[in-house]
T-cell receptor
Framework: GENVEQHPSTLSVQEGDSAVIKCTYS??????FPWYKQELGKGPQLIID?????GEKKDQRIAVTLNKTAKHFSLHITETQPEDSAVYFC????????????FGKGTMLLVSP | DAGVIQSPRHEVTEMGQEVTLRCKPI?????LFWYRQTMMRGLELLIY????????DSGMPEDRFSAKMPNASFSTLKIQPSEPRDSAVYFC?????????????????FGQGTRLTVV
């Protein structure tokens, strides 16, 4: 089955800095890669996703990049704000038919004012 | 839609007691998932249903765990008997296999979770 590794487990940055979280996956058949943000006391919420037919996707201050050859993908947050502080999860699945999401262990991002 | 609704939000129970967690998925979604979240193991998929039918329960840790989905709008996860190592946050999520806007996406919408403490 799929295995998703996520690094780092914790990340502290100053407000305004950029933050990068990286994930690797094992199953070359995976072609859908979402990122979830989990705030304290809440369930994970999808913030951005990417499919294997593109290498990069941006949505305001967040962007994801995908390298299918190397089987890794990354989340980039620019101009970080204190409200970006949360736990971020990457995940992978196959888009054909139906397959469940395999999640990474999560990254706790702390943005200090 | 109010999103995925889970109850209770918090549950504290004594070891050996039966615990029932409840979930109401988003109306119209045809997949429902139960996840367990712990610091050590992260988000683990326990079981998922498609059109109320259990598809894969390989993530259910032991026979003490069982899940049902009697209809499209309700599911339960039961632990009997409960043990301290079952303490975790349990999430329910639902998704639509073929949403009109993006065919084939597997976006899962999560509930707020139930924090279970077994003492």
């Amino acid at each position: 089955g799929e295995n998703v590794e996520q690094h780092p487990s914790t990340l502290s940055v100053q407000e305004g800095d950029s933050a990068v979280i990286k994930c690797t996956y094992s199953d070359s058949a995976s072609n859908y890669f979402p990122w979830y943000k989990q705030e304290l006391g809440k369930g994970p919420q999808l913030i951005i996703d990417i499919r294997s037919n593109v290498g990069e996707k941006k949505d305001q201050r967040i962007a994801v990049t995908l390298n299918k050859t190397a089987k890794h993908f990354s989340l980039h947050i620019t101009e970080t704000q204190p409200e970006d502080s949360a736990v971020y999860f990457c995940a992978a699945s196959m888009n054909s038919g139906y397959s469940t999401l395999t999640f990474g262990k999560g990254t706790m991002l702390l943005v200090s004012p | 839609d109010a999103g995925v609704i889970q109850s209770p939000r918090h549950e504290v129970t004594e070891m050996g007691q039966e615990v029932t967690l409840r979930c109401k998925p988003i109306s119209g979604h045809d997949y429902l998932f139960w996840y367990r979240q712990t610091m050590m193991r992260g988000l683990e998929l326990l079981i998922y249903f498609n059109n109320n039918v259990p598809i894969d329960d390989s993530g259910m840790p032991e026979d003490r765990f069982s899940a049902k989905m009697p209809n499209a709008s309700f599911s339960t996860l039961k632990i009997q008997p409960s043990e301290p190592r079952d303490s975790a946050v349990y999430f329910c999520a639902s998704s639509l296999k073929n949403p009109p806007r993006r065919l084939g996406d597997t976006e899962a919408f999560f509930g707020q979770g139930t924090r279970l403490t077994v003492v």
